[in-house]
């Protein structure tokens, strides 16, 4: 997804030459996770987790900036490590996402990223801007990402693609400011993902 000038890499990933298609690469689900952390009273960090959610990279790799991603995952799939601390987050204080154990209304709640553009800013970094949405209301948000690897996986040899990406956003933008600014409202994200060519 991301413009590499020492082409090996990109060259790896397919062997049709110039003005190929763009190439399909879906997430990964067992190597593909979503940090959170946010400031708590002054007193510590505490961390989330999404993981085993779905997505897709288009791979344009004559111009990467014509590339995209976009993935999707519940909400009620967040996990902090502490039950009731996940039950909080999907209380009427945050999400409103559970009543009696079952979800409330499963597509508002969930979270997705569809980016918009990606500007390319060196051999292996990029800006990729895009739209959240989350708790029912998108805001746009730029994730700085830089490319891990490109090519046939060791194991299997499917094509793959792997980045990182961190971005910061405000909870309260999404409507789930509570506690805020005790709690901080800036939740810093961190992002790592894996994806495959799916088999022909």
Do not use: C
């Not at 007193?43 to 014509?66: H, K, L, R, V, W």
């Not at 999907?90 to 999400?95: A, G, I, K, N, Y």
């Not at 949405?133 to 090519?151: A, F, K, P, R, Y």
């Not at 789930?176 to 894996?194: K, M, T």
């Amino acid at each position: 997804m991301l413009r590499s000038t020492a082409t090996a890499a990109i060259l790896a990933l397919s062997a049709t030459g110039a003005m190929a298609d763009p190439a399909t690469y879906t997430l990964d689900p067992s190597h593909s996770q979503i940090l959170f952390s946010y400031d708590h009273l002054g007193f510590s960090t505490t961390y989330g987790m999404f993981s085993g959610f779905e997505g897709e990279i288009q791979f344009d790799e004559d111009d990467p900036a014509a590339s995209s991603v976009s993935v999707s995952m519940p909400v009620t799939e967040m996990f902090t490590g502490w039950e009731a601390r996940d039950a909080h987050f999907l209380s009427e204080d945050f999400f409103n996402a559970i009543a009696d154990g079952q979800p409330i209304d499963p597509e508002r709640n969930m979270v997705t990223f569809e980016s918009t553009s990606i500007e390319v800013t060196g051999d292996e970094t990029a800006n990729i801007t895009g739209n959240l949405t989350m708790n029912g209301i998108t805001q746009e948000v730029v994730l700085d990402t830089s490319l891990n690897g490109m090519g046939p996986n060791p194991i299997n040899q499917t094509p793959t693609i792997g980045f990182d990406a961190t971005t910061t956003i405000k909870r309260s933008d999404f409507g789930v400011g509570a506690f805020a600014p005790a709690v901080s409202d800036e939740v810093e994200v961190q992002i790592s993902l894996e994806a495959m060519q799916p088999e022909a």
